[in-house]
């Protein structure tokens, strides 16, 4: 990941200081939220980008905004993703401006999951790609999210986790981006209908 990054930052004509970068994503506290996630962001938004005629700066930014999409990350939705982005302005000081603020709204995208960023589109997709995974790893993943909200019981965890459940599972469409449709969309739909059944 810090190559991709480092890759990223001099695409856009800056040195490359990831910081903690890599340390950020291996804190103990993290289950799922981790390496693993953010890899996985990182190459699922990278394949979907594919599909679109980005440019080399444009898949550069939509890099670094995955990679630092969860650096700081206290299960505080909101303000996680909010210090993401300061620290993604921070590391990033020396390129163009108007990259920074770019990288910076990818981020802060993933507090709504909804932009008119092409470039967003493909991020938020990713971001959600293990929605659609074989179920056993979804298994795993929805283990490893009850971890990281250990602070709650488990009556208020259930009611809290259905909520979410059932806001996803309201959408028109789970994925922005056609390609995500294709490659997640049936699957995800069947993973959340299973995991909020088992919450009943």
């Known amino acids: 990941m810090r ?17 903690d970068l890599m340390e950020r994503y291996a804190e103990p506290h993290r289950t799922y939220h981790n390496t693993f996630h953010v890899v996985s962001v990182v190459r699922d938004s990278s394949a979907l980008a594919d599909a679109f005629a980005f ?7 939509l890099a670094l905004a995955a ?6 990350y ?10 993401s982005a300061a620290w993604a ?5 020396d390129l163009e401006e108007a990259h920074v603020r770019r990288v910076e709204s990818l981020v802060l995208a993933t507090i709504t999951h909804s932009s008119d960023d092409p470039l967003a589109h493909v991020l938020l997709d990713a971001d959600l790609a293990i929605l659609g995974s074989e179920p ?11 971890q990281e909200y250990s602070r709650y019981d488990d009556e208020t965890w259930r009611a809290g986790r259905s909520k979410v459940l059932r ?11 056609e390609p995500a449709r294709q490659l997640w969309g049936a699957a995800a739909r069947t993973n959340l209908a299973r995991e909020l059944q088992s919450l009943a």
């Open 55 to 61: 440019s080399a700066e444009e898949r550069a930014i």
């Open 3 to 19: 190559r991709i990054w480092d890759d990223a930052v001099r695409t856009l004509g800056g040195a490359p200081d990831a910081g």
């Open 167 to 177: 806001t996803l599972l309201d959408r028109e469409h789970l994925f922005v981006t």
């Open 74 to 83: 206290d299960g505080e939705p909101g303000e996680d993703e909010r210090a």
């Open 136 to 146: 056993e790893h979804y298994e795993r993943y929805s283990l490893a999210v009850r």
């Open 67 to 72: 990679c630092a999409h969860d650096v700081i």
């Open 89 to 93: 302005r921070e590391r990033l000081a």
